[in-house]
């Protein structure tokens, strides 16, 4: 369904367009001049705009330029009975989808030419939204057991329109989750558009994700569309959701609920229909503890939570997903595919993959430098693996701090991570290990 913006000063004209669109499943929206349209463009989102030339007041051409300047991706038909060859040619040097003489022939030509704007409006949104989308990876899985209730659970809550939040370590493939989801949904035709949060600044994070108006903030030299806009109808990922400051959790909580939004600096008020999937490698419900994250918007996320079990626990799939790496490293170093003696798949299931496929993503793109186009050996294969602590010069005594350290590190990774557990197995309250793993800088 898309939102229609009729503006006419004739009532029966405008209840007949609005009328005929309305059948096709389309919103329409009437104003009865170009000033009334002019005030709803400035509150609200529009597909299409479908306009009179002559209206007093604001005339068509005139909407016509506001439209263009302001809203570039809003397609534009203008209607009139006073029509000639000039006026057509200048509404459609502005930009205008069509111009329609009136009296209109009847609603199947309306219909038809609203459905071809609205066509194109929706071509220009999905493009925008390649050039910003991410590139795949590897597939979710080769079918070891220990991804099977994964998989499961992708495809029954695919079919609905429900939250997901994937939880699991960093590099375990949330975001190919993510888009396997929304391949298996019926919004798979429209736009996937994710954002790391961690990988912006709280201020551009925002202008990311919900646009901004041009003279927002300093740099701010021309209007731009949020990656939320261009995801209208499609699934919106929200990547390392856990890094989001509270300012941005609560405009994240209104979106969630109201459906509605502003670009930062403006006022017009944008509706919007997408699908959320976040996912996160951090305990939200300790950062809810710590007063870090907001409760409310955490139960609106883990409406369908799925959990993905890191690499270590995925034999089966580890040496396929190495091999799907390779085909991509070969075509970066712009070789062959490099491939892996046995010596070094053994090397490959020995380890421990504590970055699971990003670290393995590295491992084999240094390993393929170093065999330098021969197959890569398990001598090519260097791994950053934590190594054992010896004990101090004096007489085997280390200090206080750093068996607290390795402590807590046991305790996460005995827990698998859940702060709240590591707590109670290390006798000390959540709070107080929240500040010991900052002290530490340790992130989970």
């Not at 709070?431 to 900052?438: G, V």
Request: charge should be neutral.
């Amino acid at each position: 369904m898309s939102r229609i913006l009729v503006a006419d000063d004739e009532p029966g004209l405008r209840e007949f367009v609005s009328d005929a669109l309305e059948l096709d499943g389309h919103e329409c929206v009437q104003a009865p001049d170009g000033r009334a349209a002019a005030k709803l463009l400035d509150e609200r989102g529009f597909d299409l705009v479908i306009t009179d030339l002559k209206m007093p007041g604001m005339d068509g051409m005139q909407l016509l330029r506001k439209v263009r300047a302001e809203q570039p991706e809003v397609e534009v038909i203008v209607m009139t009975a006073h029509g000639s060859v000039d006026n057509a040619v200048e509404a459609m040097k502005l930009g205008a989808f069509e111009f329609l003489q009136k009296p209109l022939s009847g609603p199947d030509e309306l219909r038809l030419l609203a459905q071809r704007a609205v066509e194109r409006r929706g071509l220009k949104d999905r493009v925008h939204g390649a050039e910003h989308g991410l590139a795949a990876g590897p597939p979710l899985t080769y079918g070891d057991p220990a991804m099977k209730q994964v998989v499961t659970a992708i495809e029954k809550v695919a079919k609905t329109a429900a939250t997901v939040l994937l939880l699991g370590e960093s590099g375990t493939g949330k975001e190919v989750a993510a888009r396997a989801i929304h391949t298996q949904s019926p919004r798979a035709v429209k736009p996937f558009m994710a954002i790391n949060c961690a990988a912006l600044s709280e201020t551009l994070l925002e202008s990311e994700l919900f646009g901004h108006e041009k003279g927002a903030f300093t740099g701010a030299t021309e209007r731009k569309r949020g990656r939320l806009e261009l995801a209208d109808g499609g699934t919106f990922f929200l990547d390392e959701v856990g890094e989001l400051k509270l300012d941005l959790q609560a405009k994240l909580l209104r979106v969630l609920q109201e459906r509605r939004f502003e670009r930062v600096g403006g006022t017009r008020t944008l509706e919007v229909d997408v699908r959320w999937i976040a996912a996160t490698n951090r305990d939200l419900r300790g950062m809810i503890d710590a007063g870090t994250f907001r409760e409310d918007l955490y139960h609106r996320l883990a409406v369908f939570p799925i959990k993905l079990p890191p690499l270590r626990e995925r034999k089966t799939d580890l040496l396929p997903i190495a091999r799907t790496l390779l085909q991509r490293v070969g075509f970066d170093l712009k070789q062959r595919a490099p491939t892996l003696t046995p010596a070094a798949e053994q090397r490959l299931l020995a380890s421990s993959w504590r970055g699971n496929v990003r670290e393995l993503a590295n491992a084999l793109e240094r390993a393929a430098i170093l065999a330098d186009g021969q197959p890569i050996d398990a001598s090519h294969i260097w791994l950053d693996e934590p190594t054992t602590k010896l004990p101090s010069s004096s007489g085997g005594i280390r200090p206080l701090a750093e068996l607290e350290h390795d402590a807590i590190l046991a305790a996460l990774e005995a827990v698998s991570g859940n702060r709240r557990k590591a707590a109670e197995l290390l006798g000390i309250g959540e709070r107080t290990l929240y500040d010991k793993l900052k002290k530490y800088g340790v992130e989970t």
